[in-house]
């Protein structure tokens, strides 16, 4: 605890500075209440009456700045509700008055290590004071549009939920601005502002259904045989003599149809049957003749892709020499500015047997050879980096192995800056490949006992 006088640190069950005499008892009694605000608050956020417990937790604060319990809760509270550069402020500050044993270092690197969720928070972010600045130039459908995205990237913002209930509502959309609500509730129960909008829709829906109501009563009755319409009288019609005359003339016009036309044509059929019997001995030949030419068409389509696939294995041996040539070229650049270690990790990305010519082959092997001196002092030097930053000794350790693929020290501090890192599934994996190089020597006892921290 501090002197308010001045800012000695002295033990909290003291009553009295032992460096300038201050009475504490007015500071004990100011964290009492503070405490008292922060047990509310926690009572509050646990039956999910996030914006109360608010409230609530900033009087606390108001009491004693220095309360971290406090200070963390409100950013727990501010994350739930979408908030999440609101919580990562609670937290940094929280950090800084007490920077060892904070919850709030748990916090934080859930949120950052995440990279995926943080840039996702950054596009919600923009994408609602984008449809904020839409909203209030009477702009309502892009504005929905983009809220939905909003929400659909992060449902729990709160303050996104209800600004797009507040649209429906403006757009007389009733049951869509009261789901959006219902979910506002589902995670802050007691949000004045969400009870607000529930009950403006209440009043709403009250209105539209007292005016359909008084429309009703207003309009005129119809009469219900308005649109019956009535039946003529009964009139019994005269006997014709039409319809059997027509008949007689429809009998006598198919009889004329049948001798003109119809008898011509089965006469013609008969003396024809002849060039018929041609026409199908023509048909049978032609059909022959297809059947063969689509063999050939398939014979000639099946060599057609052999040559293609001959020109693409070409291709892409060429492209391969080229690839190598490029890695030669780079190792020799390296090897020129004295960089020896760089200039074989360079051309290790490609085989002696990609060159074509005697002298890119001596070249190769010169420049890729490294004594194991150089090897060691790499590592002597990724081990010094380990103190300083995780990633730079991973990246030394890497290309150690880029040219000594089995060198197990390599393997074993690589893995072990992932285990500092908490990727453990990835300090795993290097520790096994360490021990099955040799499970005899005291680098793989080590490797052993730190793996066995992992797996419990």
Known sequence: MRCPRCDANVADAAVRCNFCGQDLSVVHYVRRISNSYYNMGLEKAKVRDLSGAIVILKKSLQFDKRNVNARNLLGLIYYEMGETVAALSEWVLSKYLMPEENAADYFMET????????????????????????????????AIIQLKKV???????VRAQQL????????????????????????????????RYLQEIGDRAQSAERKAQAQTKKAPKKDPLENVIPVGTYKEEKKSLMPFIQVIIGVIIGIAVCFFLIRPTLQKVGGDGGQISDANDQLSVQSTKISSLEKERDSLQSEL???KQQVEDKDTD??????AYESLLKG????????????????????????????????????????SSEISA????????????????????????????DNQEAMVYMARCYQRKRKNTTA?????????????????????????????
């Not at 949120?111 to 309502?140: M, P």
């Not at 929400?151 to 913002?157: A, I, R, T």
């Not at 390296?334 to 010519?357: G, H, L, M, P, W």
């Not at 795993?428 to 680098?443: F, G, M, P, R, V």
Request: glycine residues 2%.
């Open 378 to 405: 790499l590592v002597s030097q990724g081990r010094n980096e380990m103190y300083q930053s995780y990633d730079q000794a991973i990246a030394t350790f890497k290309k150690v192995l880029s040219v000594d693929d």
């Open 111 to 142: 949120v950052q290590k995440n990279q995926t969720a943080l840039d996702a928070t950054n596009q919600t972010i923009k994408k609602y004071n984008a449809a904020l600045s839409s909203a209030r130039a009477r702009n309502e459908d892009l």
């Open 164 to 195: 797009l209930a507040l649209l429906y509502i403006y757009t007389e959309e009733y049951s869509k601005a009261a789901k959006c609500l219902n979910r506002a509730r589902r995670i802050d129960f007691n949000n004045t502002t969400t009870l």
């Open 151 to 157: 929400v659909s990237l992060n449902p729990h913002f």
């Open 428 to 456: 795993k994996k290097w520790y096994q490949k360490a021990i099955e190089i040799d499970d005899t020597t005291s680098l793989a006892n080590q490797a052993e006992s730190w793996l066995a921290e992992i797996t419990g």
């Open 332 to 371: 020799v650049n390296y090897y020129i500015n004295e960089d020896r270690f760089q200039a074989a990790v360079e051309v290790s990305k490609c085989k002696k047997s990609d060159f074509a010519t005697a002298a890119a082959r001596s070249l190769y092997t010169k420049i890729g050879q490294i004594s």
């Open 305 to 307: 892709n052999e040559l």
């Open 318 to 323: 060429a492209q391969k020499q080229l690839t």
